[in-house]
Structure formats: structure tokens, C-alpha cells
């Protein structure tokens, strides 16, 4: 039987991806497990391999061709299989994913309300009416997750209940921001609600975007969450002057948040600045802690990347960010200009780079890592899994090695041929470790 070749999905946003280079051609002997193409993505360029043994009997997509997400790109037949033409383009035409087709059901002679995103005021509180609210915090439903029908995009107490129902076996993607100590802060939230959850937290310059591919092959049956840190991403940046962008102080803007967004407690996935702040959560706010899984983090020793320090000190745009992206990946394949851009627009955003170099002064100086909790590492229970990159440029190898020892329930996981940013360099692998670590505390 004919084995379709699929455009994978590599993350909890990715609708489509680029075919650049076939490794293999049409009349090709090809073995399960075996490359065949080369896909680039907003995030990366990954090979996407063969599902089955035999013979690569069709070519969909060419070079060049975008191509949505689940739909073929090749036909693999078994040794000897024998199609048609007419049967293989039968064959791809049925597997091309069918536009949905919006259906409005009518009952008992009752028009159906217009459902469509709430709207906001000035200051970011979601349209909602006074009872809508007290129902809501009831039932424990997220208002920021609910569609409107009432008047003007306003949430009725019907809109909260339909919610209440069905909401939260909702498992599609939905973004939106959670208010945090007085803060906005920006937010994606996907998987099964009974899921365990695992929130993601990224690090330096960087933003949720980091952790997509991880996070999509974790959703099926977790509850993963991810949010960008204050001067990040699309959340808020306020002036240094007035908001303190120590470790401390992010750590607590995420404890606020969790709870607001009825996200915890949680096993925290931490990268680089966003695991020092993983570890101040487990010190001040163990409660909200179920698990560790720091990844090349900060906060495990006092060594820093005085090339990292240097470009924090230059101007913000694609120069900038191309540079740190280059000190980041051991794979320089994976400096793309996508991610180039898109770090770049971080940093140029109003209040962009002044917050983020304000949160890299804050946590480093050229004397090392300055953040006060190195001493207290023995003091964290909570199960720990660490993640490194054994060819980091960044942080060195040393800390996660002395950390695995100092931590009292800590396991290290060694990658060698990899960099600063194991969840884009090695994303399946990274995936992988993190399921086999949740799910070992659930047994």
C-alpha cells in the first residue's frame, strides 16, 4: 500500500513550510527513517525523513514550493506496488486538507448571536459585564480565553457558562496576555486541560517563539504555556526607571501570572535567563513548582559570555541580532534571516533593547553572573532535569555538571554537538527528555 510523505507540523503555529532541496529523487530506493527533503520554517531547516521503506515513486512539491501543513509532498510504494498515474493523483487529491465550512445552527426559531473575540478598554481589561465576571471566577474560566456575543464584543454570564462547558477541552492554540504585578504580559496556551502542565519560559532577547517546536510535539498531551518575560517578546516594557528587571522581580511578575491565568503549579522549563528566573520560582515560590528543566540556564554558575556582555553594549537591529544568533547555535545552518528579523523587531520595539539590556545588566557584569542564589542551589527539592548544550559559547558545560551534583533530586542530559539553544538546535531530542521527565513524576 502507498505511503503518503506529509509537510510535518514543527510547532503549535506553523502553517506552512518551505521545501528547499530534495536528498532523494523520483525512482529512488528509500528506507524508513531515511532523509529525504529539506523543509524551512519560520524557526528552522529540519530534514523530514521517510515513513516507510520503498520506492519514491512520486515528487509533489518541488523545490521552492510552500507547502501547508499536512498536506503530501511525496508517495512512497511498496517493492513492487504497481500505480497508476490516474491512481496517484487520486491518491494526493484525497489527502489534501479540506478547508473548513462554517455551519450556523437555528433552534427554536432563535437567532444565533454573532461569537467573535471580546474587546478591551483603555487600560487592557476584557468587556465583560459585572455578573459575566463573578460567574467567571466561579467556574475558574479565563475571561481572556472566551468569545463574546454580547453587545460590542462584551461577555455575557450565557457566554461564561457555554465556556465553563467546553473551554477547557478546547486544545487548539489561543494567545492573548495575562496582567502580572500591573504588567501585560503575552501569552500562548495550547493541549488538553487535564494535561499536565509545562510552561516555557525563554531567555536573553529572546521570546516565546523559541520554545514552538518543543511545545507542538508536547501538546497532544500536555498543557504547555509559554510567556514572553517583561521587556520581551509582545509583552510590556516599561521604563528601567520605573520597573526593576532583576531576576528577582521577573520572577515574581510570572508568579503573578501563573496564577491569573490559572496555569499552576507547573513544571517550568527554563532557557539561559529564563531558567534563573525557573530557579527563583522554585526558592520564593516553590508552591507554584512541580518540576524543573532548566536548559543551559543562568543562576548555575558565575561565568558569562563576555562576547554576549559586548553586543548587549551595541545597537539594536539585524547586525545586533544576527551576531547574538550566531554566538547561540553551534549550527550556523540555523541563523536564518526569519530569526533574524524577527529578534531585530524585539529589539527596535518601543522600549525593546533599553529592557532587555536593563535585564542583561541586571543578571550579569563583566566580573560574571551576579545573580545572589548560586549558594542556594542544594536548597531546591523540586525534581530537576538539566538540559545542555555541550558546545555552548555562553554558558560554559562546567555549571550544569557542578549543578547536577550541588542539587538534591537533579539529572543532567548532555548534548554534544550542540549550542546555546538545544530546543532549536535539537528540538525532538529536547522534547523527548522533557516528556520522559513529566511523565515520570506522574507515575
Same mark, same amino acid.
Given at each position: 500500500?502507498?505511503?503518503? !510523505?506529509?509537510?510535518?507540523?514543527?510547532? $503549535?503555529?506553523?502553517?506552512?513550510?518551505?521545501?528547499?532541496?530534495?536528498?532523494?529523487?523520483?525512482?529512488?530506493?528509500?528506507?524508513?527513517?531515511?532523509?529525504?527533503?529539506? !523543509?524551512?520554517?519560520?524557526?528552522?531547516?529540519?530534514?523530514?525523513?521517510?515513513?516507510?521503506?520503498?520506492?519514491?515513486?512520486?515528487?509533489?512539491?518541488?523545490?521552492?514550493?510552500?507547502?501547508?501543513?499536512?498536506?503530501?509532498?511525496?508517495?512512497?510504494?511498496?517493492?513492487?506496488?504497481?500505480?497508476?498515474?490516474?491512481?496517484?493523483?487520486? $491518491?494526493?487529491?484525497?489527502?489534501?486538507?479540506?478547508?473548513?465550512? &462554517?455551519?450556523?445552527?437555528?433552534?427554536? @426559531?432563535?437567532?444565533?448571536?454573532?461569537?467573535?473575540?471580546?474587546?478591551?478598554?483603555?487600560?487592557?481589561?476584557?468587556?465583560?459585564?459585572?455578573?459575566?465576571?463573578?460567574?467567571?471566577?466561579?467556574?475558574?474560566?479565563? $475571561?481572556?480565553?472566551?468569545?463574546?456575543?454580547?453587545?460590542?464584543? %462584551?461577555?455575557?454570564?450565557?457566554?461564561?457558562?457555554?465556556?465553563?462547558?467546553?473551554?477547557?477541552?478546547?486544545?487548539?492554540? %489561543?494567545?492573548?496576555?495575562?496582567?502580572?504585578?500591573?504588567?501585560?504580559?503575552?501569552?500562548?496556551?495550547?493541549?488538553?486541560?487535564?494535561?499536565?502542565?509545562?510552561?516555557?519560559?525563554?531567555?536573553?532577547? @529572546?521570546?516565546?517563539?523559541?520554545?514552538?517546536? *518543543?511545545?507542538?510535539?508536547?501538546?497532544?498531551?500536555? %498543557?504547555?504555556?509559554?510567556?514572553?518575560?517583561?521587556?520581551?517578546?509582545?509583552?510590556?516594557?516599561?521604563?528601567?526607571?520605573?520597573?526593576?528587571?532583576?531576576?528577582?522581580?521577573?520572577?515574581?511578575?510570572?508568579?503573578?501570572?501563573?496564577?491569573?491565568?490559572?496555569?499552576?503549579?507547573?513544571?517550568?522549563? +527554563?532557557?539561559? $535567563?529564563? @531558567?534563573?528566573?525557573?530557579? =527563583?520560582?522554585?526558592?520564593?515560590?516553590?508552591?507554584?513548582?512541580?518540576?524543573? *528543566?532548566?536548559?543551559?540556564?543562568? +543562576?548555575? +554558575?558565575?561565568?558569562?559570555?563576555?562576547?554576549?556582555?559586548?553586543?548587549?553594549?551595541?545597537?539594536?537591529?539585524?547586525?545586533?541580532?544576527?551576531?547574538?544568533?550566531?554566538?547561540?547555535?553551534?549550527?550556523?545552518?540555523?541563523?536564518?534571516?526569519?530569526?533574524?528579523?524577527?529578534?531585530?523587531? +524585539? =529589539?527596535?520595539?518601543?522600549?525593546?533593547?533599553?529592557?532587555?539590556? &536593563?535585564?542583561?545588566?541586571?543578571?550579569?557584569?563583566?566580573?560574571?553572573?551576579?545573580?545572589?542564589?548560586?549558594?542556594?542551589?542544594?536548597?531546591?527539592?523540586?525534581?530537576?532535569?538539566?538540559?545542555?548544550?555541550?558546545?555552548?559559547?555562553?554558558?560554559?558545560?562546567?555549571?550544569?555538571?557542578?549543578?547536577?551534583?550541588?542539587?538534591?533530586?537533579?539529572?543532567?542530559?548532555?548534548?554534544?554537538?550542540? @549550542?546555546?539553544?538545544?530546543?532549536?538546535?535539537?528540538?525532538? *531530542?529536547?522534547?523527548?527528555?522533557?516528556?520522559?521527565?513529566?511523565?515520570?513524576?506522574?507515575?
Amino acid at each position: 500500500m502507498p505511503n503518503l !510523505v506529509k509537510m510535518p507540523k514543527w510547532g $503549535l503555529t506553523m502553517t506552512a513550510g518551505t521545501v528547499t532541496d530534495w536528498i532523494r529523487q523520483e525512482g529512488d530506493e528509500v528506507s524508513e527513517g531515511e532523509p529525504l527533503l529539506t !523543509v524551512e520554517t519560520e524557526k528552522a531547516i529540519n530534514d523530514v525523513e521517510a515513513p516507510a521503506s520503498g520506492l519514491l515513486r512520486k515528487i509533489v512539491a518541488v523545490s521552492g514550493e510552500e507547502v501547508a501543513v499536512s498536506s503530501p509532498v511525496a508517495v512512497i510504494t511498496a517493492p513492487g506496488e504497481e500505480l497508476t498515474d490516474d491512481d496517484l493523483d487520486a $491518491l494526493i487529491a484525497s489527502a489534501a486538507p479540506r478547508a473548513a465550512t &462554517a455551519v450556523a445552527v437555528v433552534g427554536g @426559531g432563535k437567532a444565533v448571536r454573532e461569537r467573535r473575540q471580546a474587546t478591551r478598554d483603555e487600560t487592557g481589561r476584557v468587556n465583560a459585564s459585572p455578573a459575566a465576571r463573578r460567574l467567571a471566577q466561579e467556574h475558574g474560566v479565563d $475571561l481572556t480565553l472566551i468569545e463574546a456575543t454580547g453587545p460590542g464584543g %462584551r461577555i455575557t454570564s450565557d457566554d461564561v457558562e457555554r465556556a465553563a462547558s467546553t473551554q477547557h477541552d478546547d486544545p487548539s492554540p %489561543r494567545t492573548d496576555y495575562v496582567e502580572a504585578e500591573g504588567l501585560r504580559l503575552f501569552s500562548i496556551v495550547a493541549g488538553p486541560a487535564g494535561g499536565q502542565r509545562l510552561v516555557f519560559l525563554h531567555g536573553l532577547s @529572546g521570546s516565546f517563539s523559541t520554545w514552538q517546536v *518543543v511545545m507542538g510535539e508536547l501538546a497532544d498531551r500536555y %498543557r504547555v504555556a509559554a510567556i514572553d518575560l517583561p521587556g520581551h517578546g509582545q509583552s510590556d516594557k516599561p521604563e528601567p526607571a520605573t520597573f526593576d528587571y532583576g531576576v528577582p522581580s521577573l520572577a515574581k511578575s510570572i508568579a503573578a501570572a501563573l496564577q491569573n491565568a490559572n496555569l499552576g503549579p507547573a513544571i517550568f522549563v +527554563g532557557h539561559s $535567563l529564563g @531558567g534563573a528566573v525557573s530557579l =527563583q520560582l522554585a526558592l520564593k515560590y516553590p508552591n507554584t513548582i512541580l518540576g524543573l *528543566v532548566l536548559v543551559n540556564s543562568a +543562576g548555575l +554558575g558565575t561565568e558569562i559570555s563576555p562576547e554576549l556582555l559586548a553586543m548587549m553594549d551595541q545597537e539594536p537591529g539585524p547586525s545586533t541580532a544576527r551576531a547574538l544568533l550566531q554566538l547561540f547555535f553551534e549550527d550556523q545552518a540555523l541563523v536564518l534571516e526569519r530569526g533574524v528579523d524577527e529578534m531585530a523587531q +524585539g =529589539q527596535l520595539s518601543e522600549g525593546g533593547w533599553k529592557a532587555q539590556r &536593563a535585564t542583561a545588566a541586571a543578571a550579569f557584569s563583566s566580573n560574571g553572573q551576579t545573580i545572589d542564589d548560586l549558594n542556594r542551589l542544594s536548597e531546591i527539592m523540586s525534581p530537576t532535569l538539566i538540559v545542555w548544550g555541550a558546545k555552548d559559547r555562553v554558558i560554559p558545560v562546567d555549571h550544569a555538571i557542578h549543578a547536577a551534583g550541588v542539587m538534591p533530586d537533579a539529572t543532567l542530559k548532555l548534548l554534544p554537538a550542540v @549550542g546555546h539553544v538545544p530546543q532549536v538546535e535539537a528540538a525532538t *531530542v529536547v522534547s523527548h527528555a522533557i516528556d520522559r521527565f513529566a511523565r515520570s513524576l506522574s507515575e
